[in-house]
């Protein structure tokens, strides 16, 4: 079966038939991408302790973690939530970005064909950008006195 014969349920059925068709994703290859990712963040040195700190029940954040990359990457409109909010408070840099943006581009790789890996890595380097900036403006800052 192509990928684009699979049903998925989406707000706006033809165009994510036709993301599929291009991009070689379903539903399966991102649970599988979601999960092997996950794995991945928790063993992480650096990233691992930050997602211990917020996060004791794993099973409803990979399954909202899927519905989140069914909404970007095949625009089903599955996902309902306030990440920017969520990462606002987290106490990240740049740096975690760049280590967050490293092991998902080698999961998407290992677990999407090529068209399928490029389409995820271009939202994800995307949307890290704009949560990054979520997290600058929310960190109080010194402001030089002009006095
Ligand atoms: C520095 C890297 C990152 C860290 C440490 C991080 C950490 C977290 C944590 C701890 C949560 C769970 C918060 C909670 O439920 O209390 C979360 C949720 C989430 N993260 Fe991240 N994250 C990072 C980067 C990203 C990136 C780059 C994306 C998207 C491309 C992303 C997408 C999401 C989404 C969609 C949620 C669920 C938000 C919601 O429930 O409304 N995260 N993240």
């Known amino acids: 079966m192509s990928p684009a014969d699979r ?12 993301i599929m068709a291009q991009t070689g994703l379903d539903e399966d290859k991102l649970t599988q991408l979601v999960h092997r990712f996950y794995d991945k963040v928790r063993a992480d040195a650096v990233l691992g302790p930050i ?27 599955r996902f309902h939530g306030a990440p920017m909010q969520v990462h606002a408070s987290l106490p990240v840099e740049w740096d975690h970005f760049e280590r967050w943006l490293m092991l998902f581009r080698e999961t998407a790789t290992e677990t999407c064909p090529p068209e399928g890996a490029a389409h995820l890595i271009e939202r994800a380097e995307r949307i890290a950008r704009s949560l990054h900036m979520a997290v600058e403006n929310a960190t109080p800052r010194t402001v030089p006195s002009l006095l």
């Open 7 to 18: 049903q998925i349920i989406s707000a706006r059925p033809e165009t994510t038939a036709a």
């Open 51 to 77: 997602f211990a700190s917020r996060i004791s029940d794993w099973a409803p954040h990979l399954q909202r973690m899927v519905e989140f990359w069914s909404s970007v990457a095949l625009m089903t409109g």
